[in-house]
Nanobody
């Protein structure tokens, strides 16, 4: 059974930083992608970033609006992915969700449909 546990959300002023964590358990395949999405009430869940680990390497993806400000990383020993968010803006106030997927063959992981498992979410509030 796969479980994702998020932490690190909170309130910050515009221009500030937060670091989100997502600890995964139960993932066993050779190719694992862990990512972050965010959602505000009444809107679709938007892709933020993903970290794709595969035999011999890894790759990262970012949504256009966060490139250069957010950094995703992974601690393989802890099966934990981190999202360092800098220069936060008020319109980035949202519930942030961790997601994960695993396969035995290559796959993309930038859309909601690519992911099989979801965390409960952690609230990020950015005040102006």
């Amino acid at each position: 059974q796969v479980q994702l546990v998020e932490s690190g959300g909170g309130s910050v002023q515009a221009g500030g930083s937060l670091n989100l964590s997502c600890a995964a358990s139960g993932l066993t395949y050779s190719r694992v992608c862990m990512g972050w999405f965010r959602q505000t009430p009444g809107k679709e869940r938007d892709f933020v970033s993903s970290f794709y680990k595969y035999p011999g390497g890894s790759s990262t993806e970012y949504g256009a609006s966060v490139k250069g400000r957010f950094t995703i990383s992974r601690d393989n020993a802890k099966n934990t992915v981190y999202l360092q968010m800098n220069s936060l803006k008020p319109d980035e106030t949202a519930m942030y969700y961790c997601a994960a997927a695993e396969r035995n063959s290559p796959f993309a992981c930038t859309n909601q449909a690519d992911f099989d498992y979801w965390g409960q979410g952690t609230q990020v509030t950015v005040s102006s």
